[in-house]
């Protein structure tokens, strides 16, 4: 079966803390995605990571990707309050679907 | 930026209603997607769409469901008989050449069935 969990599900910090967000799936992935949904609306592209060792940045956002231990990681470096929002990992099995993760409501506390 | 397109941005409907969501992919692009996301939960896939018929569908996409593309431009997911259940976000993408290239997601149809 085709699984993605993501951990935590919720995640309360503090502005200026580091945290990380931790994405794992069952079987061997051709892509991972991660995305941004703010609520009410749409999934905003954050990182495609292609390859195993592949790392990412994008601001205070860093993604990494391990495909021998089908993790992946969403770091986040000094969060600040614009950063509150829910994200999405997002994987592709070998098939042009999307099978994504559970979702990680991030609350950045002033 | 070219962009995917969703109408309406919300619809309210009675039970047993139907309905039909409407979406205006990516003019280059080739294959289609409809995603659903109940309020709080994540994102499913319903079914993607290329060459003018389905290539996979889910176990939520029962016959309750379907999709077409009745002109160049528009991609059509048609709701028969809603359900109470049915209520939730409705995300169209599309994507240039299916496996290996990303999918970019409309702005979503808020759906509430009452």
């Known amino acids: 079966e085709l699984k993605v969990e993501q951990n935590p599900l919720f995640l309360s910090m503090q502005e200026g803390k580091n945290y990380t967000i931790y994405c794992n799936y069952s079987?061997?992935?051709?892509?991972l995605y991660w995305y941004r949904q703010d609520p009410g609306k749409s999934l905003e592209s954050l990182f495609v990571?292609?390859?195993?060792?592949a790392v990412k940045q994008e601001g205070r956002l860093m993604a990494s990707l391990d495909t021998k231990a089908r993790l992946s990681t969403l770091h986040i470096t000094a969060a600040v309050h614009d950063l509150s929002a829910t994200y999405f990992c997002?994987?592709?099995?070998?098939?042009?679907?999307?099978?994504f993760g559970t979702g990680t409501r991030l609350t950045i506390i002033p | 930026e070219p962009e995917v397109t969703q109408t309406p941005s919300h619809q309210v409907t009675q039970m047993g209603q139907e309905v039909i969501l409407r979406c205006v992919p990516i003019?280059?692009?080739?294959?289609f997607y409809w995603y659903r996301q109940i309020l709080g939960q994540k994102v499913e896939f319903l079914v993607s769409?290329?060459?003018?018929?389905?290539?996979?569908k889910s176990e939520i996409f029962d016959d309750q469901f379907s999709v077409e593309r009745p002109d160049g431009s528009n991609f059509t997911l048609k709701i028969r008989s809603t359900k109470l259940e049915d209520s939730a976000m409705y995300f169209c993408?599309?994507?240039?050449?299916?496996?290996?290239?990303?999918?970019?997601f409309g702005q979503g149809t808020r759906l509430t069935v009452v």
């Open positions: 993408a599309s994507s240039e050449a299916g496996l290996n290239t990303e999918a970019f």
């Open positions: 079987t061997t992935s051709d892509r």
């Open positions: 990571l292609l390859s195993n060792g």
């Open positions: 997002a994987v592709e099995f070998g098939n042009e679907k999307l099978t």
């Open positions: 003019s280059n692009h080739l294959y």
């Open positions: 769409f290329y060459n003018n018929e389905i290539s996979e």
